[in-house]
């Protein structure tokens, strides 16, 4: 799909006419290199098909030339073309009408709370605790949680209400010490504390976004964003995130037509790549944002965990106008989930904003939380150290196993985070729920998909224990 959609970047609105016919030689072009080695030619097709339709490149409605013709312009079967277009029809991206020709119809984003392929956290799905979980990149916590909560002093906060609705004032100056460190200086009242990131994004999605305003996303983007957007509402736009980084013409084209409310994005250890932009690539997706002056939200909750040693890499915000970007962290992956300790960074406008909507939903995290948090802030270099050696080695030891075990998937060597997303070539909502019948849960690509994309890719965590994985690998060779 990366190589596809930067190839169509490339290409001119040429040979696609006014009745929104498209030439057989511009879909050749657009297709790229479309035939994977292990799929069949008609399913390959028909799913680049598909993804040009799902990342905007070919436009809803469009008419697709004749079988005749585009099996000559591709140098295949007519067989191939008819089969790949049944397809197309059965997932519902085609309908052919007599006399009208075969029209593409793009999916609609899912709307709901989660999608139904979604098998996130096992802990609150209830599912029974022999299973091997590899469903999650959640990570266990870090021993210097113990230590903190140990030195734990209330000290004077016992004796006030315990309400702090945008953050205890010493966690949001630990927070925005932590970024002024980091390169990106930051005063207390740019900082709303919120119970973990995702309350975060929930609140972007429910107070910067209406139901109805375009939202851009990554394809693929971080599970819980997409339940947040749809939630609120939202429309979603998909850029695909390729190997270097997102796809700048495409996301150009959004927002020169559709000037959405905001960009949610993950320039560092993105989840579920793992991919992390170059300095030069950072500054690309800055001036594209920056021209257009549209709302960026840049998720650095991963951040913490880029694994090439070279420290943490330069805060979008820094590049852009302060009052048109958002920072959303945690010490989720840092340390622990548990703490459920996030934020936003922002304007102070903004942020004062924010803090209304947060007061309505819970009047402030808790203080013990917050103490512990602040603590723990000023063990940041020491636990990103600590992490970035225990993932190495698991990265290493799993990719080892998998290439013995899956020849056949492949995937990009992540620069950060906590999974692999891996390229299987088989259906995985079907391999999952076969999966989950026998005790092993997965995450299949289409719940990191706005538009259920990512049928043949798994989200694998790469952090757990090698005897997890070849528990699960072994269980999965026994169902055949
Ligand atoms: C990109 C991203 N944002 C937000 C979150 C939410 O984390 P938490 O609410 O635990 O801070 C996660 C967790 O996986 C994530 O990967």
């Known amino acids: 799909m990366a190589r596809l959609a930067h190839d169509a970047a490339r290409t001119q609105n040429g040979g696609v006419a006014s009745d929104g016919r498209v030439e057989a030689a511009t879909l050749a072009r657009l297709l790229g290199e479309w035939a994977r080695s292990g799929t069949a030619l008609p399913h390959a097709l028909a ?3 598909g993804e040009l339709l799902t990342v905007g490149v070919l436009a809803d409605r469009a008419v697709l030339p004749s079988q ?75 021993p210097l949680v113990h230590d903190a909560i140990a030195r734990l002093d209330l000290g004077a906060e016992l004796g006030t209400d315990g309400y702090h609705p945008a953050g205890l004032p010493r966690l949001r ?4 010490a932590q970024h002024t460190a980091d390169g990106l200086p930051s005063e207390p009242a740019q900082i709303l504390v919120t119970n973990g990131s995702q309350q975060a994004v929930w609140l972007l999605a429910h107070t910067i976004v209406d139901p109805g305003d375009e939202v851009v996303v990554e394809e693929p983007t971080y599970r819980g964003a997409l339940e947040a957007f749809r939630s609120g509402g939202a429309t979603l ?16 084209r959004h927002l020169t037509r559709h000037r959405p409310r905001l960009v949610y994005c993950q320039p560092a250890a993105h989840n579920p790549t793992g991919t992390t932009l170059s300095p030069l690539a950072r500054r690309e997706l800055a001036d594209v944002l920056g021209g257009h002056g549209v709302l960026t939200v840049e998720d650095t909750s991963s951040a913490d965990l880029v694994l090439d040693g070279l420290g943490t890499r330069t805060a979008l915000a820094h590049l852009l106008p302060a009052d048109r970007t958002l ?9 622990w989930g548990g703490l459920r300790i996030g934020w936003l960074r922002g304007d102070p406008a903004l942020i004062a904003r924010l803090t209304e909507a947060k007061k309505a939903i819970d009047l402030g995290a808790a203080v013990i939380d917050q103490l512990l948090a602040a603590d723990l802030l000023s063990h940041t270099a020491r636990a990103r150290e600590q992490r970035r050696v225990m993932l190495l080695d698991h990265l290493h030891r799993t990719e080892e196993i998998l290439r013995r075990r899956r020849p056949g998937w492949t995937w990009p060597s992540p620069a950060g985070g906590t999974g692999l997303w891996i390229d299987t070539g088989e259906d995985t ?9 026998h005790g092993v849960l997965l995450a299949a690509g ?30 999965l060779d026994r169902l055949g």
Request: proline fraction near 6%; aromatic fraction near 4%.
């Open 47 to 49: 799913g680049s098909i």
């Open 68 to 142: 005749r013709a585009l099996a000559a312009a591709l140098g295949v079967s007519r067989g191939t073309v008819t089969e790949a277009y049944e397809i197309l029809r059965a997932n519902e991206q085609l309908l052919t009408r007599r006399g009208a020709g075969s029209e593409l119809r793009r999916p609609r984003p899912l709307t709901g709370t989660s999608s139904p392929s979604d098998g996130r956290l096992a802990s609150f799905t209830g599912h029974d605790s022999s299973a091997v979980d590899l469903s999650s990149g959640a990570l266990p916590g870090l």
């Open 173 to 176: 100056a630990a927070i925005a």
């Open 237 to 252: 736009l998909a850029v695909p995130v390729r190997d270097d980084g997102l796809d700048l013409d495409l996301l150009d």
């Open 327 to 335: 920072s959303v962290g945690t010490t989720s992956k840092l340390l």
């Open 429 to 437: 909502l079907a391999m999952a729920e076969r999966a989950r019948r």
């Open 446 to 475: 289409p719940a990191f998909s706005a538009f259920n994309g990512f049928g043949h890719h798994l989200r694998l965590p790469f952090w757990p224990p090698a005897a997890r994985l070849i528990e699960a690998l072994d269980r």
